[in-house]
């Protein structure tokens, strides 16, 4: 079992920052660290995107969309997975996901992915 919670969410002005915290809560046993891990967000009307991610091997994957503006980190073999978020602009206005799969790679597809957090709010006004 593997129980993600996010936080950090809230609102803020265009151009403004946030950082999203995602506790990874799971049995020591289990092997979850070496496995993908990384951020989904859905606007209203919209599909799932997927934002960043890592990799089982520790390497990063970015949406096109949020290169240069968010970066993706982890800490203690991914007990906290965390996405600071600059540059903030209205496109990025959603529910925000911490997800892992069961896979060392990391996918765009939501259905890849096993476990979600409840989701934290993002909204970037002007």
């Known amino acids: 079992h593997v129980q993600l919670v996010e936080s950090g969410g809230g609102s803020v002005q265009a151009g403004g920052s946030l950082r999203l915290s995602c506790e990874v809560r799971?049995?020591?046993?289990?092997?979850?660290?070496?496995?993908?891990m990384g951020w989904f967000r859905q606007a209203p009307g919209k599909e799932r995107e997927g934002v960043a991610f890592?990799?089982?091997?520790?390497?990063?994957k970015y949406a096109g969309s949020v290169e240069g503006r968010f970066t993706i980190s982890e800490i203690n073999a991914k007990e906290f997975l965390y996405l600071q978020m600059s540059s903030l602009k209205g496109d990025d206005t959603a529910m925000y996901y911490c997800?892992?799969?069961?896979?060392?790679?990391?996918?765009?597809?939501?259905?890849?992915?096993?476990?979600w957090g409840q989701g934290t709010q993002v909204t970037v006004s002007s």
């Open positions: 890592i990799e089982g091997n520790g390497k990063i």
């Open positions: 799971r049995a020591a046993y289990n092997r979850y660290n070496e496995y993908c």
């Open positions: 997800v892992a799969a069961r896979t060392t790679w990391c996918t765009t597809r939501p259905a890849d992915y096993t476990y």
